[in-house]
């Protein structure tokens, strides 16, 4: 998630240099603004609504904490949790 709000952030440096290059394009900019805001407010509710379902279901944080542990995407065979390549 780090790594996608990272890359957000350059591609709004560059359109932001491109666009107020051009200053009749100043609704442009507005639409843009707009358009990231609403993207940021998207994937912060991804990230509540994921934290909150599992707060839901069991009020233990460890048990959240577990299943992003065991469901990483990055696990490999040799992993250290011992459970072995899951995918």
Do not use: T
Not at 49 to 60: A, D, G, V
Request: proline share 1%; hydrophobic share 50%.
């Amino acid at each position: 998630m780090f790594l996608i709000i990272k890359f957000m952030y350059y591609i709004q440096a560059y359109l932001y240099l491109f666009l107020y290059s051009f200053h009749r394009f100043n609704n442009l900019v507005k639409l843009v603004i707009i358009f990231e805001i609403i993207v940021y407010v998207v994937i912060f509710l991804n990230e509540f609504l994921i934290f909150y379902e599992f707060e839901i279901s069991s009020p233990s944080r460890l048990s959240f904490l577990e299943y992003r542990r065991n469901n990483q995407i990055f696990n490999s065979s040799s992993s250290k949790f011992g459970k072995g390549d899951q995918y």
